[in-house]
């Protein structure tokens, strides 16, 4: 079952606009992961950050993690049509329990 | 080219035949997973191996085998396939444990008729 809850579950904005989207967890995590997916592909691995971490970027993407709140967003700042995909959180827990994926958002950027 | 390979990358068949996905990795790495993703369900965990002779089951491996005999394939079999196994199908892999980032294959869409 989903650990991970995106929300919202489709946005759309214009060139240049920045795009948020969030996570909420259920349970204590070690780490989570965003991920990417062009259509008809498979997903990319974007950013990860620790359950220690608050927050982390990478060129134009901004993660933070709120660990009280169980919730992470994922920032793509000044977007192009090229962000237009989905995006999956992915939560790792603890021992030998793999990933979990959460259902996605999908972003619809618009020239 | 290096990377994770999914073959093929569409197949249509009938329920109750025996089908096999193909995923070959070229990192050597040690674990490969096999996922389904379904509207509305989103990335579901079929089987998941962590080296050569180590299969562990998903979130929902009824109906499917999988094996591991090489460090780099992973194939998927549908013994019997029914029309709830019509999906898209996703290899991935990962290096040095189950939390580090995976990476995954195009994909396999399958649909039973």
């Known amino acids: 079952s989903q650990q991970g809850e995106e929300d919202p579950q489709a946005l759309s904005i214009q060139e240049g606009e920045n795009a948020t989207m969030n996570c909420s967890y259920k349970?204590?995590?070690?780490?989570l992961q965003w991920y990417r997916q062009n259509s008809g592909r498979g997903l990319v691995h974007l950013i990860l950050?620790?359950?220690?971490?608050r927050e982390k970027h990478s060129g134009r993407l901004r993660v933070t993690l709120d660990t009280s709140k169980k919730s992470s967003s994922l920032l793509i700042t000044a977007s192009r049509a090229a962000d237009t995909a989905s995006y999956f959180c992915?939560?790792?827990?603890?021992?030998?329990?793999?990933?979990?994926f959460g259902k996605g958002t999908r972003l619809s950027v618009i020239a | 080219d290096a990377g994770i390979t999914q073959s093929p990358r569409y197949k249509i068949t009938e329920t109750g035949r025996q089908v096999t996905l193909m995923c070959h990795q070229t990192?050597?790495?040690?674990?490969m997973f096999w996922y389904r993703q379904d509207l509305g369900h989103g990335l579901r965990l079929i089987y998941y191996?962590?080296?050569?002779?180590?299969?562990d089951k998903g979130e929902v491996p009824d109906g499917y085998v999988v094996s591991r005999s090489k460090t780099e394939n992973f194939p998927l079999t549908l013994e019997s396939a029914t029309r709830s196994q019509t999906s898209v199908y996703f290899c991935?892999?990962?290096?040095?444990?189950?939390?580090?980032?995976?990476?995954f294959g195009d994909g396999t869409r399958l649909s039973i008729l």
């Open positions: 991935a892999s990962s290096d040095r444990g189950l939390n580090q980032p995976q990476h």
């Open positions: 349970t204590s995590i070690n780490n």
């Open positions: 950050i620790r359950s220690n971490e």
């Open positions: 992915a939560t790792y827990s603890s021992g030998n329990t793999p990933l979990v």
């Open positions: 990192w050597s790495h040690s674990y």
């Open positions: 191996s962590a080296a050569a002779d180590i299969t």
